[in-house]
Every structure is written in structure tokens, then in C-alpha cells.
């Protein structure tokens, strides 16, 4: 079971968009819409931001977008604040009831 | 609302079991459908899912870590645990207990995502 491949860094301008991928197998990502992402500030605990590939909780701002194609899953966020710079992780539903992690991605707004 | 706190030892010596204990506050842990799991992240490294418990006592481990773990729970006091045997230096991390929330039905719609974390607690290896 290997996490999930996200880019280590991304990086945008405020106000600009950026994608953060999720790449996983037809064995996880591929086969579920199960797909969630949380963001984690440092020395916090993560928060969930988005789940089942593209539902929003409610609270969470509407600049989070999710999607999925194959076995790549997608974080959007658009209108980039200076808040938003943190980490950022996927995780999916892995079948049997296990459940697996990317890696990690580390948002820098210029 | 729900809230979950994570306790133990801060400070595991090499070769012995780690344990924690994460309390559920603001509601039973008997309640809904939730999976109650462990969740690790080293310093400067990514979350890694350990494990996780039903209130019925059905457990799953990460397959990597499962000859070393056991996740129980009691219900009378609303906990649930956590027993990693045989630390070394690469069990030191933040460890957080989350609530993972499971849902299906008929017609294959499914839940299954980390709606709840505790804030975390520090433990580290060392003699």
C-alpha cells in the first residue's frame, strides 16, 4: 500500500488559481468516488475540505473545488488568499476498509 | 459538539509499546456511523493512516504496521486506544486520533472520509 503521489510544492499569486494532483491506482482512487482532501496550518490538526471526490462540508469556502479522472484526483483552489498557504493532503478509500494518504503538498502564494 | 483528546506518554523507550488513549467528549462514541482511528505524521512528513476501530470492535490496520498494532475500545468511558509494540525512532511523530465517518446503502452511495481530529499529542522515541 504506497501513498498516494502529490506534488511536493505548488505555487500561485493571490487571486490566481492553482491544481493540486492526487495520483493513485485502479485500486484505490480509480475505483472509489472516494476521494477527500484536508488542509493542515502548522502545528494543527488537518481539516477536512473536501470529501467524496467533490462535496464541500459545510463552512468550507466555495474557492475549494474537487474532481477526478481515472486515477487522478484534483484539488482546485481558486481566488488565492494569503491564508491559504499551508499544507495540503488527499486521501482515498483503498478497499477492505483501509484508507491511504498522499503525501503531502505545500501551498506557496507569492 | 464532538470533540476528541488525545493522551499518553510523551517519551517511549526503544523496544517498548507505545500507548495512547483518545476521549470522546460532547458525545457517544457509540453513536452514528463512525470508525474511530489512528493517524500518525512524523516531523516535516506526511499523515499515515494506522489503523481504526468500530464500536462493535471490528478492526483494520495498515498492513505495514498491523503485526505491531491493536487498536481497542471502550465504551464505557467513551475511549478508544492505541498499543504500537516494538517502537523504534521511526515511530516518533505526532500521533492524532480521528473519526472517520462510514456510511453506505442500496443504492451505492458511501461515505467515507476524516470528519473529526484530535489536535494531536507528540511522542518520541528515544532512551
Known amino acids: 500500500q504506497s501513498a498516494l503521489t502529490q506534488p511536493a510544492s505548488v505555487s500561485g499569486s493571490p487571486g490566481q488559481s492553482i491544481t493540486i494532483s492526487c495520483t493513485g491506482t485502479?485500486?484505490?482512487?480509480?475505483?472509489?468516488?472516494?476521494v477527500s482532501w484536508y488542509q493542515q496550518h502548522p502545528g494543527k490538526a488537518p481539516k477536512l475540505i473536501i470529501y467524496?471526490?467533490?462535496k464541500r462540508p459545510s463552512g468550507v469556502s466555495n474557492r475549494f473545488s474537487g474532481s477526478k479522472s481515472g486515477n487522478t484526483a484534483s484539488l482546485t483552489i481558486s481566488g488565492l488568499q494569503a491564508d491559504d498557504e499551508t499544507d495540503y493532503y488527499c486521501?482515498?478509500?483503498?478497499?477492505?476498509?483501509?484508507?491511504?494518504f498522499g503525501g503531502g503538498t505545500k501551498l506557496t502564494v507569492l | 459538539q464532538v470533540q476528541l483528546q488525545e493522551s499518553g506518554p510523551g517519551l517511549v523507550k526503544p523496544s517498548q509499546t507505545l500507548s495512547l488513549t483518545c476521549t470522546v467528549s460532547g458525545g457517544s462514541i457509540s453513536s452514528g456511523n463512525y470508525y474511530w482511528s489512528w493517524i500518525r505524521q512524523p516531523a516535516g512528513k506526511g499523515l499515515e493512516w494506522i489503523g481504526h476501530?468500530?464500536?462493535?470492535?471490528?478492526?483494520n490496520y495498515n498492513p505495514s504496521l498491523k503485526s505491531r498494532v491493536t487498536i481497542s475500545v471502550d465504551t464505557s468511558k467513551n475511549q478508544f486506544s492505541l498499543k504500537l509494540s516494538s517502537v523504534t525512532a521511526a515511530d516518533t511523530a505526532v500521533y492524532y486520533c480521528a473519526r472517520l465517518r462510514v456510511y453506505s446503502d442500496s443504492s451505492g452511495y458511501q461515505d467515507w472520509y476524516f470528519d473529526l481530529w484530535g489536535r494531536g499529542t507528540l511522542v518520541t522515541v528515544s532512551s
Open positions: 476501530i468500530y464500536t462493535s470492535g471490528s478492526t
Open positions: 467524496e471526490v467533490s
Open positions: 486521501c482515498s478509500y483503498a478497499g477492505s476498509t483501509n484508507m491511504i
Open positions: 485502479s485500486s484505490d482512487v480509480g475505483s472509489y468516488n472516494l
